[in-house]
């Protein structure tokens, strides 16, 4: 049986509590998350423990990482892993909250939002950038600029949806309903595009919309079969 197993994350912008739940019952079952994987976690098999979990974002200088770390381990929450600006505790039961107040879970979302936000604005610069290439070019150029901008937006259009949800969480701490009201119509709205651009643009619209919709699903899906049987390969082999 395999010591080790890959589970994805709904996305941490989208549903942080439902993943540290998740990872909650995994270990009532034994398993215990051991790093982070992309799109996902790694679990350990061990002694069956009950065990609560939460994410922190901060960019941390190299001096700093001992004290960050040590700030929390004198408050009960044990350093599991980091990837990055996210930095993933445990604790048992009834532990006082990482965040237990309105101003320090904004500054949680602040800087999340500050770290996706660098890798973010570049992929859409990019995308936008390819897809202004493909209305101005033509030929080979312009099935080169196509493909790359195909390529891009199925990576840019998630991770802006990212940073925006991230934007999202730290306006539902400050009871902005507004913004989060406006957040929820987004989808609507970009629905609304698509079909204008279904209806007024040309047949290859049909197309790009195809290519990003299917791109978008089979990207996570590929990731999961892939780490998932890794993880299966190398659990055997251990």
């Known amino acids: 049986m395999s010591k080790t197993k ?3 994350s709904e996305g941490l912008a989208f549903s942080e509590d439902k993943d540290m739940e998740k990872l909650r019952r995994f270990s009532l079952k034994g398993w215990h998350v051991s ?6 976690y790694t679990l350990k098999k061990g002694k069956c423990s009950d065990y609560i979990y939460s994410v922190d974002y901060r960019s941390l200088e190299e001096a700093e990482e001992d004290e960050y ?3 929390f381990s004198s408050s ?3 350093h599991i892993a980091s990837e990055g600006s996210m930095h993933l505790f445990r604790a048992k039961p009834n532990t006082k909250p990482i965040y237990s107040d309105c101003d320090t879970s904004v500054e949680k979302y602040e800087n999340s939002a500050r770290s996706m936000s660098y890798f973010a604005i570049p992929f859409v610069l990019i995308t936008v950038l390819s897809w202004v290439g493909v209305m101005i070019s033509s030929g080979t150029l312009q099935s080169v600029l196509f493909t790359i901008a195909v390529i891009f937006s199925v990576i840019a259009l998630p991770t802006a949806w990212t940073v925006i949800a991230t934007y999202n969480n730290k306006w539902k701490v400050k009871e902005r309903k ?3 009201n406006l957040f929820k119509a987004i989808p609507v709205l970009l629905f609304l595009v698509a079909v204008f651009i279904l209806l007024y643009v040309d047949g290859s619209a049909v197309n790009i919309l195809a290519y990003m919709v299917i791109g978008a699903i089979s ?3 590929a990731i999961w079969v892939i780490m998932s049987l890794y993880h299966k390969i190398g659990g055997k082999k251990a």
């Open 35 to 40: 790093d982070f994987k992309f799109m996902g």
């Open 6 to 8: 890959y589970i994805m």
């Open 219 to 221: 990207l996570p899906t």
């Open 69 to 71: 770390f040590d700030f």
């Open 178 to 180: 507004g913004l989060v």
């Open 76 to 78: 009960g929450w044990s």
